[in-house]
């Protein structure tokens, strides 16, 4: 077991330390360079090329940064320049996470409830009204639904206030707004699993032992049908958190969906490069987390490496 | 025991004797899987609706802007931001386009960034991801990671980079969603195909020597045609997403063309002055996303052979 | 597979929870009330101010805050309207080149005084290439300063400012300059504490607790990408004329989202979003002003394979096949005025504005497709075309909303009246300055802002071998005309020359024009003494009140 673990970890280092690397010269394949504007000189650029050690080879910039990653050190924001980068994702992150959590939650609360609903009810119109919302979900933009709803319940209905994240009644449009995709699909996911699951023997025997409709429902339908459910909860947290961007412009949101979008567009080298060593290590040590939990759990997977 | 009187006797049976011919008959027509899969299809009426819409969207993209005598590009600033007329069918822009032969011009290049970049996501994913499944260890373990760092590349820089590398037009953002479009679909078709691999009927090809190839190709993938078919469906709605994040961004399609996206992104900031700028093109994203998601649905039905009766 | 992404998803969420439980903190405060007699004004920016370092900033928010919270030798308050700052009174030699300014007693905000020590330092901060700032070359006017930023000199006492004692600063100038005084007002020049800025190291500037400040409002909180809080400042010398006791500036991007916080009453004011502006116009409640900014064509003279781009007559073409007031109507919703000549009009003269001393229209507001079909002609003559379709090019842009429908309507104009086809290629901001500075582009438009209330600011861009001048255009004469007018000490004469080079420019410069840029903004009636400016803060605040 104890190699396994190691062989496990040495590859997850490997992947991390392919990704970081790849990313370091591929944002600097980018036209441009992060001090390019409209006034500045040649010369003065060049000084401030200089002060941020980018003038020096590339090969000795990469060893550089491989050396303060190795410290967890990501180095000064180049646009931000007197914040570290540590310090950036450290104050942006929690908003994200704030968010991107309240929608998983609310994503899957709702999605499967609706699920529930449409499959007991299965042709009837709740089944339709349920599917009706659950496609209405996946099929309007982010970009479209968050102005609309800010519209009708700031603006018009002045339920809600219009941005910004300073109290649950600001959670809430955002939270909607960003969880509306996943939620639909978490819906469709249930509703489908509920309607197999009727159909198996433990569901027959279940009946034949005369247990109450509702025993049957909550003790062997729903249960066995949350599964394939709680599958996609990875994936889906992994895209609530990561693609928050539209939603956090729309709504004011202080969190880190927009420093990749901007940092790419400043070409601010060291804050592209720490987000996106940030969520890709996060993505392979979960994996990493999650492998070694599986072989412990089950040792065929072992023995077939 | 005691016999009753209507015993069975001899005389009830007659001996009809060898009939060759009729012997090798087939009572019903034999249906294949896809013919099977196809009439059940057409049983779904929700299922087909959506198809019809795809089909209808399709013929006016290639043909409806040829239906008014407006331009799609050709401004005009005495008409701008009418709304729908019996001159101006879905009304003018802010540039005073007229807004049916744009929409028309936006279906083609969002249908045709959809399906395009469905498609070839499913021809990587598929051959990527079956052969990650089937051979499995160390070259599962390398593609596996491969995607792991592909997935954490910000979105961005490959788009950026498609840009420079290759010009802007719907090619370079087709290519840019193709570079880390597949990866959903590899990791689907690896699953699947690690499920397979275990049957017995690739044990069987296995012992008769079919090549690794030929198993791939001819067994496994066939088997998880159904569910590549259907995640193939459902991809083409989150490819014209992505193009029309792309726009929000400022990263989409160049002037003087345009998209449903581009459209509707206009559209949003307009939309408390003149609702019809965004609701006709919100409206086909969305009664697009809806057809494909319910011909998806029908025909994960229709596939699914367990509900073949 | 289940259980795989069962354990992956229970890590995430226990891993989140924690962090999460973190960012319950940040968001708890910001529902305190305030006192009710105490005056507070609140409005939006679209974008975190990236640096609050007075000599490494350089954005236009950073400016709007740093008018507020520190203050240089001279303070200039709406167009034009020059006050004393830290400088109590100040004299110029009589070549206009050593001026000399008298301190008065002010003090930091840690209650130490602001000395003449501190200007000094500053300035050269400012041009020590070590500091590297981007602004640096606003100091350039200081004798020496240009070479000591460039390394050519590298000790700093023989750059012209000096401290002659605690309350006297001396500066010395390479040349006469006719703005100096507005300069003396801008970011780039407030004061800084040396031992303060050592003390902070590179956190200098970083949050509201690492600034020192000598204006009329200090920083109270800065929540990074969220808000800044501004409060009175009561050690400012002239503490009495500022009304309101806090600012709250929020962090906004979406422009609809901050018009609807103006329209909730959260804020106090906020621009017009384009496509709202006639909605509020026909209220009555839209106000408008001139924020500086023009935009314009720039030719690539110096493009291999297509001769067509020097051509002057070409370009004049171009330039009037260009329907400026139809492009302002669709594109900018009435909000902005088309540029008939290339010097922004709200820029000083000798007396009253430039434009108004020197009247001069080169372009028409509309198409003038009779003069521009004769350019081309006179174009495919000189070039030896005779099928105008191949005289085409490719017009860069940005990839905002704006640039989109701009270069859709130009597209189409120089269609429609020239027979032109032109590609369009819209890339991010940072590529198409790349593209420009390696001059790898056609046809750019392009858009400039005034660094001071001068039109040189304008017209020396376009010099042989200027910083700016990414066009290869190279004309001996205008050369000459701005040589002499950076160095005269008549200011009249040096007006003169800045219009013939103006004229010299729009008769046979690569740049055509195409409007000069105007907001549409609301302001709450209850809110007196806003000020908008079209070089400086965009809005200064520092004097305005609140009536209940």
Not at chain 3, 42 to 71: H, M, R, W
Not at chain 3, 79 to 94: F, L, R, T
Not at chain 3, 359 to 385: C, G, H, R, V, W
Request: glycine fraction near 8%; proline fraction near 5%.
């Amino acid at each position: 077991m104890g190699r396994y673990i190691l062989n496990r970890l040495f590859v997850s280092l490997i992947t991390a330390w392919v990704l970081v690397t790849l990313v370091f010269f591929l944002i600097r394949l980018l036209p441009g360079d992060p001090f390019l504007s409209e006034k500045v000189t040649p010369e003065i650029k060049a000084n401030m090329m200089k002060y941020y050690g980018l003038d020096k080879p590339i090969h000795i910039q990469y060893a550089t940064f491989l050396g303060n990653l190795l410290k967890g050190d990501f180095g000064y924001s180049l646009r931000y320049k007197n914040r570290t980068v540590n310090e950036v994702i450290n104050q942006a992150f929690p908003y994200s996470a704030d968010l991107g959590i309240r929608a998983v939650i609310f994503a899957a609360i709702a999605g499967v409830t609706l699920g529930i609903i449409a499959a007991l009810n299965r042709n009837r119109s709740w089944d339709y009204l349920s599917m009706f919302i659950a496609i209405v979900g996946v099929s309007v933009p982010s970009f479209v639904i968050g102005p609309l709803l800010q519209y009708v319940f700031a603006t018009k209905l002045k339920l809600l206030p219009v941005s910004q994240w300073k109290g649950f009644a600001y959670t809430i449009m955002p939270t909607f707004a960003l969880s509306l995709h996943s939620l639909a699909l978490m819906a469709r996911l249930m509703r489908a699993s509920m309607l197999d699951v009727v159909n198996q023997d433990y569901i027959k025997t279940a009946k034949a032992k005369g247990l109450s409709p509702f025993q049957i429902i909550w003790k062997h339908q729903i249960r066995n049908a949350i599964l394939p459910v709680v599958t996609v909860l990875g994936p889906v947290t992994a895209t609530l958190l990561t693609g928050t961007f539209v939603v956090e412009q729309i709504f004011a949101i202080p969190g880190l969906g927009k420093f990749y979008i901007l940092g790419i567009q400043n070409l601010d080298y060291s804050l592209v490069l720490g987000m996106t060593t940030f969520y890709g290590l996060f993505l392979i040590a979960a994996n990493f987390v999650v492998d070694i939990i599986y072989g412990l759990v089950d040792p065929r997977i072992r023995l077939a490496r | 025991m005691q016999t009753t009187g209507n015993a069975v006797t001899k005389e009830m049976f007659e001996h009809v004797g060898k009939n060759i011919s009729q012997m090798e008959a087939i009572a019903r027509p034999s249906i294949t899987y896809w013919q099977d899969a196809w009439r059940r299809l057409k049983q779904n009426k929700v299922a087909m609706l959506g198809l019809i819409i795809i089909i209808l969207y399709t013929i006016m993209a290639i043909v409806g802007p040829y239906m008014t005598p407006y331009d799609y590009r050709t401004t005009n600033t005495a008409e701008i931001d009418q709304p729908p007329s019996a001159k101006h069918w879905f009304g003018t822009d802010t540039l005073g386009r007229d807004l049916w032969a744009r929409t028309w011009m936006g279906a083609r290049v969002s249908l045709a960034i959809g399906f395009l970049a469905a498609f070839l996501n499913a021809v990587i994913g598929v051959i990527i991801g079956g052969i990650s499944g089937y051979f499995g260890g160390k070259v599962d373990m390398f593609i596996m990671r491969t995607i792991d760092i592909l997935y954490s590349i910000p979105y961005m820089i490959i788009v950026i980079l498609m840009m420079v590398v290759l010009g802007q037009g719907i090619m370079p953002l087709v290519i840019a969603m193709v570079v880390v479009g597949w990866l959903n679909m590899a990791r689907l078709v690896r699953g699947q195909v690690l499920q397979l691999k275990e049957q017995e009927f690739v044990l069987a090809a296995k012992v008769l020597g079919a090549s690794h190839s030929r198993i791939i190709f001819k067994h496994l993938i066939p088997n998880a045609l159904g569910v590549i078919l259907v995640n193939l469906t459902m991809s083409v709605p989150s490819a014209i997403f992505t193009e029309a994040f792309l726009s929000f961004i400022g990263l989409g399609v160049v002037p003087p063309h345009s998209s449903w996206g581009q459209l509707a992104y206009y559209g949003i900031q307009a939309f408390r002055v003149r609702p019809y700028q965004l609701f006709i093109p919100a409206f086909f994203i969305s009664t697009t996303m809806l057809s494909l998601n319910l011909l998806g649905d029908g025909l994960r039905d229709a596939l699914d052979p367990r509900l073949r009766s | 597979m289940l259980r795989k992404s069962l354990a992956l998803a229970i890590i995430l969420l226990l891993v989140l929870g924690v962090v999460a439980g973190c960012g319950q903190q940040a968001s708890q405060q910001g529902g305190d009330q305030q006192q009710q007699q105490e005056k507070e004004i609140a409005f939006t920016i679209s974008a975190e101010v990236p640096n609050l370092d007075p000599q490494k900033a350089t954005d236009t928010y950073a400016i709007l805050v740093g008018n507020a919270i520190f203050e240089g030798l001279i303070r200039v308050h709406g167009d034009g309207n020059i006050q004393p700052g830290m400088a109590e009174k100040w004299d110029v030699s009589e070549d206009k080149k050593t001026w000399t300014f008298h301190l008065r007693d002010a003090k930091w905000s840690d209650g130490t005084p602001v000395t003449a020590y501190d200007f000094e330092y500053a300035f050269k901060r400012l041009l020590d290439p070590n500091t590297a700032s981007e602004y640096s070359y606003q100091g350039y006017y200081i004798l020496n300063g240009e070479k000591f930023n460039k390394g050519e000199i590298t000790d700093p006492s023989q750059v012209g400012v000096k401290a002659l004692d605690e309350k006297t600063l001396e500066i010395k100038l390479e040349n006469p300059v006719k703005y100096f005084e507005s300069l003396m007002s801008f970011l780039s020049f407030m004061p800084v504490r040396k031992d303060f800025v050592e003390k902070m190291g590179e956190k200098f500037a970083a949050d509201a607790d690492k600034l020192l400040y000598n204006g009329p409002f200090i920083l109270k909180e800065w929540k990074h990408e969220q808000e800044l809080i501004l409060e009175k400042n009561p050690n400012y010398w002239n503490k009495d004329a500022i009304k309101i006791d806090r600012v709250k500036i929020y962090i906004v991007n979406d422009p609809n989202t901050a018009y609807q916080m103006y329209e909730n009453g959260e804020t106090d004011w906020e621009y017009i979003p384009p496509e709202l502006v006639e909605q509020v116009a026909a209220e009555g409640k839209a106000k408008y002003f001139y924020d500086g900014a023009e935009f314009y064509l720039q030719f690539n003279v110096k493009r291999p394979g297509k001769p067509w781009l020097a051509n002057e007559n070409f370009q004049r073409a171009v330039g009037f096949a260009i329907d400026r007031e139809a492009l302002v109507k669709s594109v900018m919703k009435g909000v902005s005025d088309p540029a008939t000549r290339y010097v922004l009009p709200q820029l000083a003269g000798l007396e009253k504005k430039f434009v108004e001393e020197y009247p001069y229209e080169f372009y028409s507001k509309n198409a003038d497709t009779a003069k521009a079909k004769e350019y081309l002609e006179k174009a495919m003559k000189e070039l030896n075309i005779s099928d105008p379709s191949k005289l085409t090019f490719e017009y860069l842009t940005d990839d905002t909303q704006r640039a989109k429908l701009t270069a859709e309507i130009i597209q189409d104009q120089l269609k429609q009246n020239l027979g032109i086809e032109i590609t369009v290629k819209q890339v991010p901001f940072k590529q198409r300055l790349e593209l420009m500075n390696k001059r790898d582009y056609d046809v750019v438009f392009a858009g400039w802002g005034p660094d001071y209330d001068d039109p040189m600011t304008y017209i020396d861009m376009w010099v042989t071998g200027g910083g700016h001048n990414n066009t290869g255009w190279s004309n001996k004469e205008y050369d000459e005309l701005v040589k002499f007018a950076k160095t005269t000490d008549d200011f009249k004469k040096r007006a003169d020359a800045m219009f013939e080079a103006e004229k010299l420019l729009m008769e046979k410069g690569p740049i055509v024009p195409v409007y000069f840029r105007q907001r549409a903004w609301v302001c709450g009636d209850h809110v007196k003494g806003l000020v908008t400016n079209f070089v400086g803060p965009t809005f200064d605040f520092v004097y305005a009140d609140v009536e209940k």
